[in-house]
Every structure is written in structure tokens, then in C-alpha cells.
């Protein structure tokens, strides 16, 4: 194993693929033409085997619900051997026995999406989701972890769009209840999505239309300096926006971190992004 110097975040791509159509998401939209598929535990393996040196925290989720991966529990255990770890789900398939393995696997945060609390909200982001599902699994985890010792931190998100503002109340009322507390975030919208920002500042994110604000949103990229994003194949992109692998720099089944981060290649894509010099993947991909 390298010598170990932890200054790299890794996005591991666990599951490519989910049980909900949401209409931003690159699985969901149908955006993203590779093939569906998980990450076996065994691949994984090799892949921790590869990052643990480098490793400062991992989110084991790139695009897609990571729990749809059988094999997710042994990977965030094999993960909590040597860093914190992130899940992101819907929890639309948590029921008592997932909360308890998923509470008990190691991972360290688990943000849970929930944009609504009735129905008729909530399915117009999360589309084919059930909201009272997604409750039931959100209000499991947070039993099982103050059963436990309550070592996990449980962020349950609401997106704020025009269309469930009035419901963010409500939310963070149920969040309190179930002694968690709600975050709220400003959603990422293509251009031409046919969902509205809500009207409350601190919850619209600036596009960068403004070719000057996207121009320094863009060199302050993190995936330009820290960030080390994996696919479920293996390969290494420049991003979590590279969704069907335009942008390889390597294998990481084949080569060490080191030798595909400190590559020319791959050196010379970041340091155009820090210098404003932006590539064209990054000018047409780019959701800030």
C-alpha cells in the first residue's frame, strides 16, 4: 500500500441507476446513456484498496440511489476501515432491517431527500416516489440511531423549488419531531427545466448567467483541487457532471491514484479550470 496522505475526497459511483425519475438527475432524466449497474463489493475492494492512502472522506454515491446496491453494507463497512463516509438515498425501500444495517455499517452521514410532505408535492420532483415511504424510512434511521448511540449524522434535504416552498415549514416541524433538523438547499435546474426556483434568495442558485460570477464559481471548483470522482467501471473522470465517462484520466483498477491524479493530463484539465482557461466539457456541463 502507498504511503499514506489523506488529501483527497473521493465520489464513488456505487449504483448507477435508481427507483425514482427525478427530472435534474442525470440517472432519473435519462440524461446519461451508460448502462445501469452496480459496483460488486469484490470491485470495490480493489477500489478502497486503491484510496485508502488518499483518503480524507468518501461518498459512496455519484448518480442514483446507492441502496439499491445489494452489496452497499459491505462497502461502507470496508470504507469505515480507514474514513468517514456519505450516503444519499430517498429511503423509499428503508424499512426496519436496512435502517438497522444501514445505522450500523459504519457510514458516517446520510442525507436523506425529501422535497414535500404530501403526495402531491413531493411527486413532482421525486417522481415515482412515495412521500410517506420516504417518511417512514427517514423516521426508522432516526430511531435505530438514537437507539444506537446516535453516532450517525442524519440530514434529512428538502430541494426548495417554487412549487413546495409552503411545505418547508411543515418539514422541519416533522424533522424536530423526530429530533432532526431539516437543510434546506437551493436545487440545481437544467436549462429548459420546467420547474421554477422558489422566490426566496437564499434558496436560488446562481447559474453563473452572469459570465463573470459563473466565470469565478467555475475556477473555484472543487473537483479542480480536491476531488477524486469514480465510476462504477472503474474509470476516473474529471467529475460528478461526467456522466457517461467523456473525460477519463484512468482505471482505477490499473493505476494508483497518484499516477492518474498527478498525470499531464489530468494536472493540465485542472489547472485550466483554476485559471479560467475552461474546458469545453466544463463550459457545457457545468451546473455550478
Known sequence: MEKRDPSLIFAVETTFGCNLSCPECAVGSGLANRGKGVMSGDFYDVVAEAIEPHCAYAYLHVWGEPLLNPDIFRIIARTAK????????????????SAAKLIGSGVTDVIVSIDGVTQEVYERYRRGGDVRKAMEGLALLAAENR??????????????FEHNRHEMEAFGR??????????????????GS???PSDIPEYV?????????????MRACQNARNVFTILREGQAVCCCYDNDGQEV???IARQGVREIWDSPEYERFRSDVRNGNFPEFCKRNCLL
Open 82 to 97: 480507514f474514513s468517514k463516509s456519505n450516503i444519499s438515498t430517498n429511503a423509499n425501500t428503508i424499512d426496519a432491517d
Open 147 to 160: 437507539r444506537t448511540g446516535g453516532a450517525v449524522k442524519i440530514i434529512p434535504q428538502f430541494l426548495v
Open 174 to 191: 416533522i424533522c424536530r419531531d423526530l429530533g432532526l433538523e431539516a437543510y434546506f438547499k437551493p436545487p440545481y435546474l437544467r436549462e
Open 194 to 196: 420546467l420547474l421554477k
Open 205 to 217: 442558485r446562481d447559474n453563473g448567467s452572469d459570465g463573470e460570477k459563473r466565470a469565478a464559481r
Open 249 to 251: 484520466f484512468g482505471d
